[in-house]
């Protein structure tokens, strides 16, 4: 599990769950699957002293579970959304694309393609993100934010996520 706060002008990893939300800006849990198995119960509890509120039950059991469709749902506390994300298949694409016939060539392509449930859950000041256990999508965004703290870009300063909304959406487009 990662943690991070993101505010407008600074990003920073944090070693545990604060006891209380920073002032300004937000907290992103980034966490596998298996990781929020096992920190479920600390991670509910430190939503419940941050927001008031935990997720349910229900919406639980959607971020564990591996093989859900993309879907959207909402409280009056969070917005979930179960994104599939696409990802290279165990068969190499290249092998046997050369062979056969325009059909057998696509049906091998397709087959090369899989997909792969990321979950998360967007409240006003706390991102949580569940993660397949071989995604490399929150490593690549923590690295991310944080040259974009220490660097420029050509266009001028790079824009720190400004929200929770912000920061999961600018994931699902990548």
């Known amino acids: 599990m990662r943690l991070f706060h993101v505010a407008h002008d600074r990003f920073a990893e944090l070693s545990e769950l604060p ?75 290249e092998e046997g694309l050369a062979d056969g016939g325009l059909a057998t060539r696509t049906r091998r392509a397709l087959a090369a393609i899989e997909t792969s449930a990321v979950g998360f859950a967007v409240f006003d000041r706390v991102l949580l993100t569940v993660h397949p256990g071989d995604c490399t999508v929150r490593d690549y965004f923590a690295q991310r934010l944080a040259e974009t703290t220490s660097a420029t870009e050509a266009r001028g300063i790079a824009r720190m996520p400004a929200s929770p909304a912000d920061l999961m959406l ?5």
């Open 19 to 93: 006891p209380s939300l920073p002032p300004g800006g937000f907290v992103w849990i980034g966490t596998t699957r298996d990781e929020f198995t096992v920190r479920q119960a600390d991670i509910q509890a430190r939503l419940h002293a941050w927001m008031g509120a935990q997720i349910v039950d229900l919406h639980v059991s959607d971020l564990l579970n591996p093989h859900l469709p993309s879907h959207y749902d909402y409280t009056s506390w969070y917005d979930l959304l179960v994104f599939r994300r696409l990802s290279a298949g165990t068969v190499a694409l």
């Open 170 to 174: 600018r994931m699902v487009n990548h």
